[in-house]
């Protein structure tokens, strides 16, 4: 299967070594912590990371605190309309600056009283002008280096890493019809978890669990792979009407202009390394992961509906199944994955054989796997 063929599902990715061959990773690649240093160094901060979206900071002054995988951050919107993204630490020792969401004139440290304006600058630095030959304009705060897609703000700390565009690849092809750029995000939670982050993404991203761990909820569920270019996977979830409500019709419409296999069911994608965008007919939410500890992640889980659906008088009301149903689901995930993270522990753990519904575990594995340092990698064999 090559690169370029155009976005129509395949029975399954599946890449060397043949089924029955392949086999799941070796157990420390999610429990040792040189390993996890490894990640962290090659790839969490080297790559893009979903931070939020632009309608979350629309107006001048807005600012959203995150945390990263690279420390505290904000994302601030300036007196200018600009959207910037810095590390959200004052230049004098350190301190934390923002917290979590507001609207703020100027930003102020709440230790020693330095000021910054919205666009970064330093401002005011209380009782430095005895301080000899100190100058404001090298100690502004530091940018960090942020793109957006439709309205979905990343970040990266690689000032050398291709560009968000390069990265996402065929991405907004597929899913262009469901016109992110339109969305309005409505609901987000944060779930901190006791395992690896790459459990929490293998688990998005194939079907195979579903009856089982997610039985009393959104039950069993068929899925075909998508080939696809730029750093990104994609399974669609075959179903004619949208499975993000578990039960009845959708209280939502199908998103108007959807493409016609957009209509075929929900695409559930893997931007590499931490973010998954679910697509149904009717919504969209998001997955999207930050590694604390090779033992301990933080998974946050935002929902999306087209701007016109969040303007109903009863709209409210309509999202909250969807909610509910987002909830419940990843907490099922989450309680599977944390004592698989404790079986994994066990030193009679071991390697087992992949089935071809665990497709995209395998693509993941290798995506990670091929960007460790051979020496890292060569202990993971
Ligand atoms: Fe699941």
Not at 35 to 60: D, S, Y
Request: contains cysteine; charged residues 20%.
């Amino acid at each position: 299967m090559t690169q370029h063929q155009p976005l129509t599902p395949a029975p399954y990715v599946w890449t060397a070594p043949p089924l029955g061959e392949a086999t799941s990773a070796h157990p420390r690649f999610y429990t040792d912590p040189e390993v996890f240093k490894a990640e962290i160094a090659h790839i969490h901060l080297k790559h893009w990371f979903f931070a939020g979206r632009v309608e979350e900071v629309a107006n001048p002054g807005d600012f959203k605190a995150l945390e990263t995988v690279g420390g505290p951050a904000a994302l601030v919107r300036g007196q200018d309309g600009v959207l910037r993204a810095f590390a959200n630490i004052c230049r004098h020792r350190n301190s934390i600056l923002l917290e979590g969401k507001g609207c703020a004139h100027s930003i102020v440290c709440p230790y020693h009283g330095w000021s910054y304006e919205l666009d970064g600058t330093l401002a005011g630095a209380p009782g430095m002008r005895e301080v000899p030959e100190f100058e404001k304009p090298p100690h502004g705060l530091l940018p960090i280096r942020m793109e957006t897609w439709d309205g979905a703000i990343f970040l990266n700390f690689d000032d050398a890493a291709p560009p968000l565009s390069e990265h996402l690849g065929d991405l907004p092809e597929l899913l262009g019809s469901h016109r992110f750029g339109d969305m309005r995000v409505t609901w987000q939670i944060e779930i901190e978890t006791r395992c690896n982050w790459k459990l929490l993404l293998e688990n998005a991203m194939e079907s195979y669990h579903t009856g089982i761990v997610h039985a009393a909820t959104v039950g069993a569920q068929k899925s075909m792979s998508f080939p696809t270019r730029g750093e990104w996977h994609c399974i669609q979830v075959q179903a004619g009407s949208s499975i993000a409500v578990l039960d009845g019709d959708p209280p939502f419409p199908p998103i108007a202009g959807l493409s016609e296999q957009s209509r075929k069911g929900t695409y559930f994608t893997l931007i590499e390394p931490t973010t998954q965008f679910a697509c149904a007919q009717d919504t969209i939410w998001w997955l999207a992961v930050r590694p604390v500890a090779v033992d301990r992640s933080v998974l946050s889980v935002g929902g999306c509906f087209p701007r016109p659906y969040t303007e109903l008088p009863d709209f409210e009301e309509r999202a909250a199944p969807y909610y509910q149903r987002w909830e419940a689901v990843a907490l099922e995930d989450v309680g599977i994955l944390e004592k698989q993270q404790r079986a994994l522990g066990s030193v009679m753990a071991r390697p087992g054989p992949l089935s071809w519904r665990d497709d995209m575990v395998l693509a993941i594995n290798r995506w990670v796997l091929s960007r460790l340092p051979a020496e890292v990698a060569a202990t993971l064999t």
